[in-house]
């Protein structure tokens, strides 16, 4: 029984070379989660009360998040709606063995859905944990607003790191045959009948999935191609686990060879499965004239880095290629437009002007990915100097306790996300927010934080400061900027006094 809510604002095995002891605990450190979570007790803890009660509410209404590891979440913008739906496992043979959360955010104002954009973590628990906060993403958000889309962020209860059939293991989810396929298409369902939108059922969807995650989402294309607009895959394909006999490669049909697919690891991921997969999925899909390209990141290992500012723009591509004017129908892959380039070279052209073979190109959607992606191979990052938009709504009162409280919203650039803010009093800045570097640097530093897993760090920060050195009695004007994630600052925002 499940319960869908409205939320506020061989032997085992593990990816040992991936996810390396030290870099779980830390992963769960950064989280806020404890290592307490890596028990079996606690990790398939049914979601909390609150989240069971089948009471709806809005952020800061009558229902309050609880901010465990598996969320709900306190987001950090009051813009859209979340919901929520959690699904114990099951022990019949053939269905999901895994429990999972389903949080699925819709923009404000969107008045027909259009597709659904799916951020899949992989493999580890640290992974599953890091993953049910995406669908707070701001930077995704940002995105799926822009083309009328939902935010889908899957967080499966795994029980330990096993990237097999091991009771507990991540192969029960990833491999969709296992029974994740039909517990995704039954959330979606149930989204789309709860939410008053009853095209989630049917739209298209973008897959983006990392490690386990990659796995799933290009499984997936396989089974259902004609509801796949576009996937994104990093560091994870079927082909890794070809040698794995108990998870037989699926047939691939000619409709898989029709999904724009981008292959994305990382230059010290050579020589391990997610290396070897990758290339050996673009070769084959290549060789049959897939849309498909390959963008190896200079600077990661396993974490993602800063893909999301090349993913992003290969899914805006694809989206605008492919949505049609009829919800169910995906307009084909307009191949005029595309660019070509060599596996691991950094230069791309204009497709009729490639000089080398077609079949083993790296296909690129149209220009501008292309500019994207031979700064992307270059550095591992993409550049931006674009300014972001000015915070809004700022307003001010008074904290009885410590000071004056300034609140404030704002739209996040969907080029370079959002850093952080600049807090004004009387044009002086008294803040910056975050008001603590990361622990750890895997890409950009975002607001909402960055993870090893491409998803913020919960607890999730709030826009909110307080004052707490304004002197008593004396009025003040308080203006916010924003930062991208590239240190461009916003204008100022307008004044608020008190």
Same mark, same amino acid.
């Given at each position: 029984m499940n319960n869908i809510t409205e939320v506020g604002n061989e032997a085992s095995q593990t990816f040992s070379e991936l996810e390396?002891?030290?870099?779980?605990?830390?992963?769960?450190?950064?989280?806020?989660?404890?290592?307490?979570?890596?028990?079996?007790?606690?990790?398939?803890?049914?979601v909390p009360a609150q989240a069971q009660s089948g009471q709806q509410g809005r952020p800061g209404n009558e229902m309050q998040p609880v901010q465990d590891a598996w969320g709900p979440f306190t987001p950090s913008s009051g813009a859209g709606r979340y919901l929520q739906t959690v699904y114990p496992p099951s022990t019949t043979t053939g269905e999901l063995q895994l429990g999972v959360t389903y949080t699925l955010w819709i923009p404000d104002g969107i008045q027909t859905v259009r597709a659904v954009i799916v951020h899949q973590h992989g493999a580890s628990?640290?992974?599953?944990?890091?993953?049910?906060?995406?669908?707070?993403?701001?930077?995704?958000?940002?995105?799926?607003?822009k083309w009328d889309c939902v935010l889908l962020g899957p967080s499966y209860r795994v029980l330990n790191d096993a990237i097999d059939l091991t009771p #507990? *293991?991540?192969?029960?989810?990833?491999?969709?045959?296992?029974?994740? $396929? @039909? /517990?995704?298409?039954?959330? +979606?369902?149930e989204f789309a009948a709860k939410s008053g939108h009853a095209e989630i059922a049917s739209v298209p969807w973008?897959?983006?999935?990392?490690?386990? #995650? *990659?796995?799933?989402?290009?499984?997936?294309?396989?089974?259902?191609? $004609? @509801? /796949?607009?576009?996937?994104? +895959?990093?560091s994870g394909t079927a082909a890794m686990f070809r040698s794995r006999s108990e998870f037989i490669q699926p047939t691939v049909t000619p409709a898989t060879y029709e999904i724009p697919t981008m292959l994305n690891f990382g230059v010290g991921e050579r020589g391990n499965r997610p290396w070897d997969g990758s290339i050996a999925t673009f070769e084959e899909y290549r060789a049959q004239g897939a849309p498909i390209g390959?963008?190896?990141?200079?600077?990661?290992?396993?974490?993602?880095?800063?893909?999301?500012?090349?993913?992003?723009?290969?899914?805006?591509?694809c989206l605008q290629m492919r949505l049609s004017e009829w919800p169910k129908i995906l307009k084909p892959v307009d191949l005029s437009s595309a660019w070509l380039a060599t596996p691991f070279g950094d230069t791309a052209a204009p497709a009729a002007e490639f000089k080398g073979d077609p079949k083993k190109a790296v296909w690129l959607p149209n220009a501008l990915v292309a500019k994207i992606w031979m700064e992307y191979v270059r550095s591992g990052t993409v550049a931006d100097t674009s300014t972001p938009p000015a915070p809004v709504n700022v307003r001010v009162k008074a904290d009885a306790n410590h000071g004056n409280e300034i609140k404030w919203d704002t739209e996040v650039d969907m080029v370079s996300g959002l850093g952080g803010f600049i807090v004004l009093r009387d044009g002086h800045g008294?803040?910056?927010?975050?008001?603590?570097?990361?622990?750890?640097?895997?890409?950009?530093?975002?607001?909402?934080?960055?993870?090893?897993?491409?998803?913020?760090?919960?607890?999730?920060?709030?826009?909110?400061?307080?004052?707490?050195?304004?002197?008593?009695g004396l009025k003040h004007v308080y203006t916010v900027i924003a930062l991208s994630s590239a240190g461009v600052p916003s204008v100022p925002s307008s004044a608020a006094t008190w």
């Open positions: 390396s002891p030290a870099r779980r605990l830390f992963v769960k450190g950064v989280a806020g989660l404890g290592a307490a979570f890596a028990s079996s007790s606690l990790v398939s803890a049914a628990i640290p992974a599953a944990q890091s993953g049910a906060t995406s669908a707070y993403d701001l930077h995704w958000q940002a995105l799926a607003k #507990g *293991g991540a192969e029960l989810w990833f491999d969709p045959r296992q029974g994740s $396929d @039909r /517990v995704f298409l039954r959330a +979606l369902d973008c897959l983006w999935g990392h490690s386990g #995650g *990659g796995i799933w989402a290009n499984v997936m294309s396989m089974l259902h191609p $004609d @509801r /796949v607009l576009a996937a994104f +895959l990093r390959l963008a190896p990141d200079p600077r990661t290992p396993h974490y993602c880095g800063d893909s999301r500012y090349f993913a992003i723009p290969f899914f805006e591509a008294i803040a910056r927010l975050p008001t603590q570097p990361p622990e750890a640097v895997y890409g950009r530093p975002l607001f909402q934080g960055m993870s090893y897993h491409d998803t913020p760090i919960a607890p999730l920060p709030q826009m909110v400061h307080v004052d707490t050195s304004a002197k008593a």
